[in-house]
């Protein structure tokens, strides 16, 4: 059975820094491509950024170009985000989740369909 946690979520006041990360268990970690997605109340979850299952290949939306980076650790099975000069407007919960085909790169919320069961982000002023 495939697990995603995610960890990491806090509060931070802004321009703060953060890093998420999101364990997998079950998944075939090397063969799939990951992402970031979230969510405020209210609002329909969005995509934050993904990275390929094949080395350096990555997509940001582009208000979190230039301060947040995604990664993955093959021998941890974990993904990571990298959260910097966070933003009021960054306030989400923050989920990962596994493209539901392998080998395949897509940043379209539609093609992940495993999910982690989110950790809160606060960015304070």
């Known amino acids: 059975q495939v697990q995603l946690v995610e960890s990491g979520g806090g509060l931070v006041q802004a321009g703060g820094s953060l890093r998420l990360s999101c364990t997998t268990s079950?998944?075939?970690?090397?063969?799939?491509?990951m992402g970031w997605f979230r969510q405020v109340p209210g609002k329909e979850r969005e995509v934050v950024a993904c990275i390929s299952w094949r080395p350096g290949e990555t997509y940001y939306i582009d208000s979190v170009k230039d301060r947040f980076t995604i990664s993955r650790d093959s021998a941890k099975s974990t993904l990571y985000l990298q959260m910097n000069t966070l933003k009021l407007e960054d306030t989400a919960m923050y989920y990962c989740?596994?493209?539901?085909?392998?080998?395949?790169?897509?940043?379209?919320?539609?093609?992940?369909?495993?999910w982690g069961q989110g950790t809160q982000v606060t960015v304070s002023s």
């Open positions: 989740a596994s493209v539901r085909i392998p080998r395949f790169f897509s940043m379209h919320i539609g093609m992940y369909d495993r």
């Open positions: 079950g998944l075939d970690f090397d063969e799939y491509s």
